[in-house]
């Protein structure tokens, strides 16, 4: 497993070496940098999908047939010619000028720089979407700290990494460099656990898909990975439609999206402001949205915004400005207004806008009672780099079906979630299919948990009781550690670090075994084989009217209530009695010290 924060580590001495040789801003040496780990990406992905093609090559009198760019197209992958492909650089001579070295119009290249510039330009001829994209300012650095990148970037770690890579490193330079641009209107980075829940619940298969704040594209990377492990081609089956303002963001969509053979159509500056412009003119069109925007934007011109439209539930509150003091709810709205009548939405808000008052609760009513409002998931802290705040995930569903017409899912996963460290949580695979379980079971999709069940079963290899196998797994962990304690004791001091080494190896995959056992349990303990039961502290299904009587609240925790506290079998008046006397015994052993201190202190004559 590879480690992500080393890497980043890497990435972020990269750049220090990069700023040390240039006079160039964070925003302006970033994306140099991020053009660079582009590249190392989209070799990556070249070479794997290369092998993919030569598989089945026909051979002519002894020769396999070389591949072409048609060939890479018709696996909507990007085709690098031979001076585009990372080794090509990697292999250069260091005197580049005594190379004879011409770019695509034929003039002499003397520079690393150039080399690389040339080679940005050529994949640009290969992809329409990337024209005028890729970052062509390599020449402001000298060719030492171009190739000194080059090697930094050599690593076989960017061949392993699947889903929004630029997006995650993105988001680390971000957190590094620019905690300002992080912060600016509420802006940041959606982690992959977020965006793989909004994926998996929304469940893209064909249509258009709109994320009118698209950021580094997420959304759409994990919606392509979703509808091609179902079989299908991302490209023949889905529109990916984009807006957002920031014009470097759009660079970084437009990358990662090509990286990943998807195609797209991204608008950004002005015109993508989705607060002012519906840039795609999609209102009531799109089968899905998804978004991650940026929450408690205030400043947004009320006028400008009524006549933009998408506003079906009318206007929040405007202040004597004549501005929208709070944007949330403008977001929520534009969401809603994008769906064509069987569309479905899933987005990242701010907790707070669950359950807000004034014209806010007067729009949260109105979409309460279109029966379309499907789940609300609320997200515990640390799930983002650059921000501790917690968040919350809703759902819309205009294809709902009768029997859940007028009710809506809350899932609290508050207290659900894998430490990845101290400032980060994140949902693993495991439980992200969970929570996705629980969805299913609401929406009356038994088969769907089945067949997660056959999956726990098939991954742990036994069809015994998920809570015996965590018994089991339990007692071999435990053994196995003993074992290995004593194994690296009776080892030869040279041998100590070999043998504990072994240990850890099967203590690694032992600890994951168990894990896959314990939320396979946790899973079965609450829905058994498939019967759908509302969960105090993490799950209920409320009925329209019982979101009335919370005056139209869509907080998790309000209807969910609180998980029952298991007895632990202490006493309470015991055990305080217990601590009373020990904290009493404490003070006295404490005054003790005291005396002995000033004593010794009488006796030095201090």
């Known amino acids: 497993m590879i480690n992500l924060r080393k890497l980043e580590s890497e990435l972020w001495e990269s750049a220090d070496v990069l700023r040390a040789g240039s006079k160039l801003t964070s925003n302006q040496y970033c994306m140099p940098v991020l053009g660079l780990i582009f590249l190392r990406y989209a070799y990556s992905r070249y070479k794997m999908v290369e092998a993919e093609i030569l598989k089945g090559r026909p051979s002519r009198g002894g020769r396999v047939m070389p591949v072409e760019a048609s060939d890479f197209a018709a696996k909507s992958a990007l085709y690098l010619p031979k001076e585009a492909q990372y080794d090509y650089l990697l292999n ?26 040339n080679t940005m330009q050529l994949i640009e001829d290969q992809s329409e979407q990337l024209v005028g994209v890729l970052p062509k300012s390599y020449t402001d650095f000298s060719d030492e700290i171009l190739s000194e990148l080059l090697r930094i970037f050599n690593n076989s770690a960017l061949d392993e990494v699947g889903g929004d890579i630029i997006g995650r490193i993105y988001e680390y330079f971000l957190n590094k460099f620019a905690k300002n641009i992080a912060s600016d209107d509420g802006v940041f980075f959606t982690p992959k656990s977020l965006v793989k829940m909004i994926v998996n619940i929304i469940e893209p298969k064909s249509g258009v898909l709109l994320d009118p704040a698209c950021g580094s594209g997420g959304m759409f990377i994990q919606s392509g990975d979703f509808v091609n492990a179902a079989g299908m081609n991302a490209n023949s089956t889905m529109t990916f439609y984009g807006q957002e303002k920031v014009e470097y963001n759009a660079q970084l969509c437009l990358m ?8 797209g159509v991204i608008k950004s500056g002005d015109e993508a402001n989705s607060f002012y412009h519906d840039a795609h003119n999609l209102d009531s069109c799109c089968d899905y949205v998804m978004a991650n925007p940026p929450f408690n934007v205030d400043k947004v011109k009320a006028e400008s915004c009524e006549s933009a439209k998408r506003l079906p539930f009318g206007m929040p509150s405007i202040n004597k400005n004549k501005e929208v003091g709070n944007a949330n709810y403008l977001w929520i709205s534009y969401f809603y207004s994008y769906l064509n009548e069987t569309g479905r939405a899933g987005f990242v808000m701010a907790s707070s806008a669950t359950d807000s008052q004034g014209k806010d609760k007067i729009i949260r009513e109105k979409l309460v009672k279109t029966g379309h409002v499907d789940a609300m998931i609320s997200v515990g ?44 949580n994140e949902w693993s695979e495991w439980q992200l299919k969970n929570m996705n379980a629980i969805v299913w079971l609401y929406r009356g999709e038994i088969d769907k948990y089945s067949a997660l069940l056959n999956e726990y079963r098939s991954a742990l290899g036994s069809d015994k009781a998920f809570v015996e196998q965590v018994h089991e797994l339990s007692e071999k962990a435990k053994a196995l550690r003993l074992e290995a304690k ?29 894990t896959i056992a314990k939320e396979a349990n946790w899973l079965y303990e609450k829905f058994g084989e498939g019967v759908y039961a509302d969960v105090p502290g993490l799950c209920k299904i409320a009925s329209l009217s019982e979101i009335e009587e919370k005056d139209w609240s869509l907080t998790p925790g309000a209807y969910v209530g609180v998980a029952p506290v298991k007895d632990d079998g202490v006493d309470f008046e015991e055990r305080m009695t217990e601590i009373h006397k020990e904290l009493l015994t404490l003070q006295a052993e404490s005054n003790d010290l005291m005396d002995t201190i000033s004593q010794n202190l009488k006796e030095m004559g201090l």
């Open 92 to 117: 250069l001579p260091e005197d580049i000028s005594s190379a004879g070295l011409v770019n695509k119009d034929g003039h002499s290249m003397n520079s690393l720089g150039e080399v690389v510039n």
């Open 256 to 263: 990662n999206m090509a990286v990943h053979g998807l195609t």
């Open 381 to 424: 802290n640390n799930f983002f780099y650059t921000k501790s705040l917690p968040c919350s995930l809703w759902f819309f569903d205009k294809r709902k079906a009768d029997s859940i017409k007028d009710k809506v899912l809350f899932i609290d996963a508050r207290n659900y979630y894998t430490v990845v460290d101290r400032t980060l």
């Open 486 to 514: 004593k194994a690296v004791e009776a080892a030869e001091n040279r041998e100590k670090k070999k043998t504990q080494e072994a240990y850890d190896i099967k203590l690694a995959e032992l600890t994951d075994m168990l």
